[in-house]
């Protein structure tokens, strides 16, 4: 009868242990489906962000590519590589929300939802507005 007490105490610890670890399980580079690109997704402080680390044509006549398609002027001569794409997801429940999204072959900034399908596969969900209105593609982790 006095193991019942530990046994579930000691599950409780497990499960905050593994709850804690589970958070920065997104770290790390990530390749999109269509493998033109990597994504670095890190932590500031208490969120998560990504940039774009590697691209399969980085260049185009030499130079450098840049966000062309950004709807603010200023913006459109900066280069794609290295360029902060995903911004501000929190970790909640077993998923990273209330983030942003930039698609730089459109210029637009979508809502965006991630999570772990598994420790080497993530799925990523931009849209506009409510979460049924978008599209999921799944990232897979590079090795």
């Known amino acids: 009868m006095r193991k019942l007490p530990f046994l579930m105490l000691l599950f409780v610890a497990i499960s905050f242990s593994a709850f804690a670890q589970n958070k920065d399980a997104i770290v790390g580079k990530w390749l999109n489906p269509s493998g033109e690109g990597q994504i670095e997704i890190y932590k500031k402080g208490d969120k998560y962000y990504g940039k774009l680390a590697w691209m399969k044509e980085p260049n185009l006549n030499g ?4 966000d062309a398609k950004n709807p603010d002027e200023k913006l459109q001569k900066r280069a794609l590589l290295n360029l902060e794409i995903l911004k501000d997801f929190i970790y909640e429940d077993g998923k990273w929300t209330d983030g942003t999204i930039y698609d730089p072959k459109s210029g637009k900034t979508y809502s965006c939802n991630m999570s772990l399908k598994s420790n080497d596969v ?3 969900r931009g849209y506009v507005g409510i979460s049924l209105l978008g599209r999921s593609e799944t990232f897979r982790r590079v090795k």
Not at 63 to 66: A, E, N, R
């Open 63 to 66: 130079k450098p590519k840049l």
């Open 122 to 124: 993530l799925n990523v």
